[in-house]
Each structure stands twice: as structure tokens, then as C-alpha cells.
Nanobody, 125 residues
Framework: QLQLVESGGGLVQPGGSLGLSCTTS????????IGWFRQAPGKEREGVSC????????YYADSVKGRFTISRDNAKNTVYLQMNNLKPEDTAKYYC??????????????????WGQGTQVTVSS
């Protein structure tokens, strides 16, 4: 079953930056909208950002708008999430997903059956 591979997480101080990557060898990501979810301990998984297959449309949750930037390089079959001005509340495991629909991309985690290992982001001084 399809699983995307997330990487790039780590420990960073508040105000710092991290760049996450999402890729796979199983499908051509360029045919799909790619979304990022995150899940903090004791909290539900929430949608963070999504980018359309062409890259022409993007979505950001209010909590990350202006700080996170999603982008994609279809030639490299990779989607990126650049996270700047990180806050302790950004601490979570981050997951990426592939969707046929940009509008549904990060609407609800229940839309997805398979999740990768995720990558841990910890923001702490």
C-alpha cells in the first residue's frame, strides 16, 4: 500500500526554521495534490497545508499562515514544507499525503488509510 516518506524534522529553538520533504518511489507525485498533516501528543491529527498537482494553488491552516511555505518539484518527485519562525505549538509529528482532490486534500485525516512514518518536529529552548 502506498506510503509516502517524510524527512527533515528535528529539534529547533523557537523562532528557528526547518524544511521538510515528502517523496516516494511508488507513484508520480505530480499527478496529485500533496498535503501535510501534523499530530501533537494527545491531540487529533490536523491539516496544515496543501499544494495542488500543478503547484498553482496552495492552502495553509490559519495557525501556520505567513510562517510555512509549501512547494513542489515534480521533476524530483518531491514536495517541501519550509517552516519559519517556529513556535513550541508547532511541535508534532508531520505527515504528508497524496490526494486526487485539492479541495479535500487536508480536509480530514479520515480520508486517508495509509500513513507514512512521519517526521518529528520539536520546537523547544
Amino acid at each position: 500500500q502506498l506510503q509516502l516518506v517524510e524527512s527533515g524534522g528535528g529539534l529547533v529553538q523557537p523562532g528557528g526554521s526547518l524544511g521538510l520533504s515528502c517523496t516516494t518511489s511508488e507513484i508520480t507525485l505530480g499527478y496529485y495534490a500533496i498535503g501535510w498533516f501534523r499530530q501533537a501528543p494527545g491531540k487529533e491529527r490536523e491539516g496544515v497545508s496543501c499544494i495542488s498537482s500543478s503547484g498553482g494553488d496552495t492552502y495553509y491552516a490559519d495557525s501556520v499562515k505567513g510562517r510555512f511555505t509549501i512547494s513542489r518539484d515534480n521533476a524530483k518527485n518531491t514536495v517541501y514544507l519550509q517552516m519559519n519562525n517556529l513556535k513550541p505549538e508547532d511541535t508534532a509529528k508531520y505527515y504528508c499525503t497524496a490526494s486526487d482532490s485539492f479541495s479535500l486534500c487536508v480536509s480530514h485525516p479520515a480520508l486517508y488509510d495509509n500513513w507514512g512514518q512521519g517526521t518529528q518536529v520539536t520546537v523547544s529552548s
